[in-house]
């Protein structure tokens, strides 16, 4: 696999020089564009002096002049603006592998206090876990990834067939950067996808097949009125009197509608093209994992229709903002009764391809969530996917680290279990790294279920469900303490245990909201009692007497020690 760090300087550098050049084109192209502006109009003026045949042709060569300046300087800005994107892609890449993060999105909008291990392990968040590998660009690609990261698989072939596409993704840095390219040029927000899917289940404003052709009448009728009244075979005000009175009664039923559908569909043109274009990028790519070729195949990609479908969508979307042109708008509906059309070509295209647009939605979030894991792996190709245990249960982990952390700054350490009613106990002072290393655990865990590869030299384990209480908080407005809200959650994993759920245990100091007796006991009876319920963890603690249950259940304890050393102090 190619280096990161080289690879993404390069195109950094490539990028900057080549912005630079067309930055200056575009400045170049904004003066000779006024230049030509004001010299036509003089020009055209003392053309009319000779004849209007010359002022004609004149007018007819500088339009076509001025229209192309036009034309190459759009274009212009549109580059620009790509290699400014790929310019920023790059250089936050370079930024990431140094430790910087903070630029990324935070996925915020996902936390959920339910969840635990969310919390405990700063899946979301400033600095979170999600941060840092989120290079989605589509709103449902970061809510996957987000799904991924909050719900565990722990399908083992699932888990199997992601890594093998995040592997083969990893290896197509240049396709990755085209497809954060292409996300990119337009801003998505939730809503959009909410107006979407809601326009997709509503029912067709009108039923009736045969209305279209209601339609086309009276669009012959207006125009032979036109002509009509042209020739001067009928009276101008029977046509006027027409297209005043007809478009009112046939529009005006629909109008609410319309404006409604308007509102979910008319403004998302780009991002009807967006996602074209990102079904596009994907038709032209050939995969070989199962994962990524299946995606492609059962969603009717291979065929390159789908993209062409979407694109067809945004041509009808950009039709109907027609209607945002007050003069347009009018004269369209007038003569042609132009919303009615746009509604019902829009009611066709759903018609056809709704279930299409649902599945077609889901793998662009696939594939924009698995491009993330996938930049995950290419910026860290120390990293080891890890192995699968046939085991019933096992974790073996060595010189694993918590990728969060810094190369530079990272601790890294090793760790078995193996078997069921087995547990680790860690014992150590203040800022030893205990419940670092918890965290650095689960977040291992959650990055292995995900299909990703782990900070680690080999990771091996069960896929298992993981349980965590290591930040409890009490709750004011639900009039919590501290401690009852730790009981409630101690609650919340017995329960699940005596339903028969399998859990991986992660716990911080036990019953922090008590005094030391009674912590001690309770923590005493609550790991024994974890261990009649066949589970299996690592627990944090300063109370060196929970280590002396190793003596109690010297088969199903076994203890760890983190000391603390200071250099240069």
């Not at 274009?277 to 059962?298: D, P, V």
Request: hydrophobic content about 45%; charged content about 20%.
């Amino acid at each position: 696999m190619i280096p990161p760090l080289p690879f993404y300087q390069k195109r950094l550098d490539r990028f900057s020089e080549e912005l630079t050049k067309t930055s200056h084109l575009v400045e170049r192209y904004s003066v000779i564009r006024i230049f030509v502006f004001i010299a036509g109009l003089i020009l055209l003026y003392f053309s009319t002096t000779f004849s209007l045949n010359i002022a004609l042709v004149y007018f007819i060569c500088f339009a076509t002049v001025f229209g192309s300046i036009v034309y190459h300087h759009s274009n212009l800005h549109k580059l620009k603006k790509n290699l400014t994107i790929l310019k920023d892609i790059n250089k936050n890449e370079i930024a990431a592998i140094n430790g910087e993060f903070g630029h990324f999105n935070k996925g915020e909008e996902f936390i959920n206090n339910a969840n635990h291990y969310a919390d405990d392990l700063d899946i979301f968040g400033t600095g979170s876990l999600f941060q840092y590998l989120d290079r989605t660009t589509t709103i449902s690609g970061k809510e996957k990834l987000a799904h991924w990261l909050a719900n565990q698989e722990l399908n083992t072939a699932q888990i199997l067939l992601k890594q093998e596409a995040v592997k083969e993704l990893a290896e197509k840095p240049e396709w990755r950067q085209n497809l954060q390219l292409i996300g990119k040029n337009t801003d998505e927000k939730k809503q959009d996808v909410l107006d979407i899917l809601k326009w997709l289940k509503e029912e067709p404003l009108i039923k009736n097949r045969k209305f279209k052709y209601f339609i086309i009448l009276v669009n012959l009728i207006t125009f032979t009125l036109l002509t009509l009244s042209i020739l001067d075979i009928i009276p101008s005000v029977i046509f006027i009197f027409h297209i005043i009175i007809t478009p009112f009664l046939i529009i005006g039923p629909f109008v609410k509608r319309i404006n409604l559908i308007h509102a979910q569909l008319g403004k998302k043109t780009d991002l009807f093209l967006k996602y074209s274009t990102i079904i596009k990028l994907i038709e032209g790519e050939s995969f070989t994992s199962n994962y990524l070729f299946n995606l492609k195949k059962n969603s009717a990609f291979i065929d390159n229709n789908a993209s062409r479908i979407i694109k067809n969508l945004s041509k009808i979307s950009s039709a109907f903002n027609q209607r945002l042109n007050m003069i347009a708008g009018l004269l369209l509906n007038i003569f042609l009764l132009w919303d009615l059309i746009q509604t019902m070509r829009l009611e066709t295209w759903k018609k056809r391809h709704k279930e299409q647009l649902v599945k077609w939605f889901d793998v662009i979030a696939e594939f924009d969530a698995l491009s993330s894991l996938a930049c995950f792996a290419f910026n860290n190709p120390a990293y080891q996917l890890p192995k699968i245990s046939e085991q019933k249960f096992l974790i073996q982990a060595e010189e694993m680290g918590h990728p969060l952390i810094h190369q530079k700054n990272r601790i890294n350490n090793s760790i078995a279990i193996s078997g069921q009613q087995q547990f680790v106990i860690i014992t150590g002072a203040n800022m030893a790294g205990k419940s670092t290393f918890l965290r650095t655990l689960g977040v291992n865990m959650i990055l292995a279920s995900t299909g990703a590869p782990v900070c680690a030299q080999a990771f091996e384990w069960s896929p298992i469900q993981i349980f965590t209480s290591i930040r409890t908080k009490d709750s004011l407005y639900k009039n919590e303490s501290y401690f009852f809200a730790e009981l409630k959650q101690l609650k919340v994993l017995i329960d699940q245990l005596q339903s028969g759920k399998r859990l991986f245990i992660i716990l911080d100091e036990i019953l922090k909201g008590t005094n030391s007796k009674d912590k001690q006991t309770g923590s005493m009876h609550l790991i024994e009692q974890l261990i009649r319920l066949k589970a299996s963890g690592i627990i944090a603690t300063h109370d060196l007497a929970l280590g002396d249950l190793v003596k109690t259940y010297p088969n199903n304890i076994s203890n760890m020690r983190f000391e603390v050393e200071f250099n240069n102090d």
